[in-house]
């Protein structure tokens, strides 16, 4: 069975202090990785899809890489405003639906 | 262009009753996806309906259901609400085929007293 495991649970930062997320998955036969960012209260809004080890996409202060164990999310510089829950979730080959681990809830301090 | 929307925002039911929930893909999307968010609980996967047919269920009891209509929109049923039904419910969609980006609604939030 697909699994999702996200670290840590829970991160602080100081405004423009640089650091890691980390999502270590477990899958059949990996169709993407997917990272999304939620806001209290809100639907998950997607941020990036990785579709294989080696590959790398940026967004802003946002940077995800991928392995073939894991996926880490690198968040350059943050800004209070990049305060949320991050997600990872892993689609394999046999199914389309999303197998999400249970996030990171980053707050960046001013 | 519209998202996924969803409706109600949020329902308050008694326990034992039924509640629906809809939800309306982005135009194109002939996938749709349901997911339960229990309070500080992970994305939990219910259901995936494309073109009409359910193509997979996750371990939910049977008294949630769904379908899909014609024109790809979606309503998810909740039979015998129980209190731990409490969550916010959100629907996705995707362009047919794996691989594709999957795009969230804002939710419903259900809440069973």
């Known amino acids: 069975e697909d699994q999702v495991t996200q670290s840590p649970e829970a991160l602080r930062l100081q405004e423009g202090e640089s650091s890691s997320l980390n999502c270590s998955y477990t899958?059949?036969?990996?169709?993407?990785l997917f990272w999304y960012r939620q806001d209290p209260g809100k639907g998950p809004e997607f941020l990036f899809t990785?579709?294989?080890a080696g590959e790398e996409k940026e967004k802003e202060r946002l940077k995800a890489t991928l392995t073939k164990k894991e996926s880490f999310l690198h968040i350059t510089a943050p800004k209070p405003e990049d305060s949320a829950t991050y997600l990872c979730?892993?689609?394999?080959?046999?199914?389309?639906?999303?197998?999400f681990g249970t996030g990171t809830r980053l707050l960046v301090s001013p | 262009e519209a998202g996924v929307t969803q409706s109600p925002t949020h329902l308050i039911k008694t326990r034992g009753q039924q509640a629906t929930l809809r939800c309306s893909p982005i135009?194109?999307?002939?996938?749709v996806y349901w997911y339960q968010q229990a309070l500080g609980l992970g994305l939990q996967f219910l259901l995936w309906?494309?073109?009409?047919?359910?193509?997979n269920r996750g371990n939910f009891p049977p008294r949630f259901s769904g379908r899909q209509f014609p024109n790809y929109s979606s309503e998810l049923n909740v039979n015998a609400l129980e209190l731990e039904d409490s969550a916010l419910y959100l629907c996705?969609?995707?362009?047919?085929?794996?691989?594709?980006?999957?795009?969230f609604g804002e939710g419903s939030w259900l809440t069973v007293v």
């Open positions: 979730a892993v689609q394999d080959t046999g199914f389309q639906k999303l197998v």
């Open positions: 899958v059949s036969g990996l169709r993407g």
């Open positions: 990785l579709y294989s």
């Open positions: 996705a969609s995707s362009l047919a085929g794996s691989g594709n980006t999957i795009y």
């Open positions: 135009s194109g999307h002939t996938s």
């Open positions: 309906y494309d073109e009409g047919e359910e193509r």
